[in-house]
């Protein structure tokens, strides 16, 4: 730079003046010849060097001011390219969704097609099915019409009958008027016999329900006064508390259970405590059924007692109790209920007094649960029983036909009938709750 200086104040330095010096060096031209030659060859460089810079510049200016409005271009191209992948994002996420959208709806379409499909055959299937009956109905539709036109055939004949009974009729309709003349003045003597008649059926209801009651009664009686010991039903039944057990019932069709029967002499009742508890004898004969299983069938379900009792002359007694209750092992199977006597015996277990077997524990000749301070009645009398201070009845004392018009304690006995022994006993149970 300070060398084009330097060349710049020489030109100055050497520009002439004046026009004489202009022309004087015109003059002069050639004789300067050899200096114009060096001047020349010394500026031409220096003039095509600012020429070219003086270019270089304007081109320089000229690519700076593209450059920048490049670089304009440029920001503003990536600005816009910025927005376009915003753009894009936003458009991708849409596409997304519209793609996810499009799937679902076509989903969608698939599943009602398929539906539209099923339903287009069920409707195909239903018009069959209308067309069979719509032609099964025609079939009948002409069917009815047949029997409707015989129908009518028989109508239109009967309607002629019909006309000739409307004239039977008639003639009748004029009888009842005559008759209801008479029927006027019969209906109040019918009036007069209905009450009558009503009074006296009143009287006979009451007399019936009597003897119905009675009856009922009198069957009842004759089924256990008229029991043969061999037609007895033998049953197993099962009640809680233990395993099954056979069953002595008096009939077949009969509901009552006989727990003890005494017939004759040939079964011993002179037992321990563990016979009794269980039972021995023969189902068929003489025995006695158990007093566990007295327990437990009289502890689930209340029973009523009947006790058939016949001496020596053949006559016979009964004794009637609604609630036969026995205790448990524990209680000693103590009497705990007889309930309400009813019979022509006497009443011998709820007596009352010292003696009444109600509320008593059992005693055998092994277990002494009497008040008897002197001694063991089950022992002295061989037979076990609900001894108490003393007795009314002893149905398991020993067998005694010889000393039967006597007063005999060691016997079979019901003290309310008589005091002499008996000949045949039965104890009988049935569920009251049936």
Request: proline share 2%; with cysteine; hydrophobic share 35%.
């Amino acid at each position: 730079m300070k060398r084009v200086l330097s060349v710049i104040l020489l030109l100055l330095y050497m520009r002439p003046d004046s026009a004489t010096d202009v022309m004087s060096c015109a003059v002069s031209r050639e004789s300067n010849e050899d200096r114009g030659t060096f001047c020349f060859k010394v500026v031409k460089p220096l003039l095509q060097h600012f020429r070219i810079s003086a270019e270089s510049k304007e081109q320089f200016d000229r690519l700076q001011g593209k450059l920048q409005q490049l670089e304009a271009t440029i920001k503003s191209l990536a600005s816009k390219a910025n927005a376009n992948n915003e753009a894009s994002c936003n458009c991708s996420a849409d596409k997304l969704k519209a793609d996810e959208e499009t799937l679902r709806l076509q989903t969608e379409i698939t599943e009602l097609q398929t539906k539209l499909a099923a339903q287009q055959e069920a409707l195909q299937k239903s018009n069959q099915l209308k067309d069979s009956l719509m032609s099964e109905k025609d079939e009948r539709i002409v069917d009815f019409d047949k029997k409707l036109e015989a129908r009518v055939e028989a109508h239109k004949e009967t309607l002629k009958g019909t006309q000739q009974l409307q004239v039977k009729v008639n003639e009748l309709q004029t009888k009842i008027e005559e008759s209801d003349k008479l029927k006027d003045s019969l209906i109040t003597e019918k009036d007069k016999r209905i009450a009558d008649l009503k009074e006296q059926i009143s009287n006979n209801m009451n007399k019936n329900q009597q003897f119905e009651a009675k009856l009922i009664n009198f069957v009842e009686q004759a089924e256990l006064t008229s029991f043969v010991p061999y037609s007895i039903d033998i049953r197993t039944i099962r009640v809680p508390g233990t395993e099954p057990f056979k069953v002595p019932f008096a009939s077949k069709f009969s509901e009552w259970v006989v727990i003890q029967r005494r017939m004759d002499e040939y079964e011993e009742f002179g037992r321990d405590w563990e016979e009794y508890k269980h039972g021995f004898g023969d189902l068929r004969r003489n025995f006695w059924f158990g007093l566990e299983k007295l327990h437990l069938m009289t502890k689930f379900q209340p029973h009523e007692l009947y006790i058939l009792l016949e001496d020596f002359g053949n006559e016979k007694r009964y004794a009637r109790y609604t609630n036969f209750s026995v205790g448990n092992e524990a209680q000693a199977y103590e009497l705990l209920s007889v309930g309400e006597y009813s019979g022509d015996a006497g009443n011998a277990l709820d007596t009352a007094d010292d003696q009444t077997a109600k509320n008593m524990k059992f005693s055998t000749q092994d277990r002494d649960n009497d008040k008897n301070d002197v001694g063991n009645y089950a022992e002295q009398i061989r037979g076990g029983w609900w001894f108490n201070a003393g007795w009314h009845c002893n149905l398991n004392g020993p067998y005694e036909r010889n000393r039967f018009d006597e007063d005999y304690l060691r016997a079979i006995r019901w003290d309310k009938w008589h005091l002499n022994p008996l000949k045949s006993v039965q104890m009988l149970i049935r569920p009251t709750n049936k």
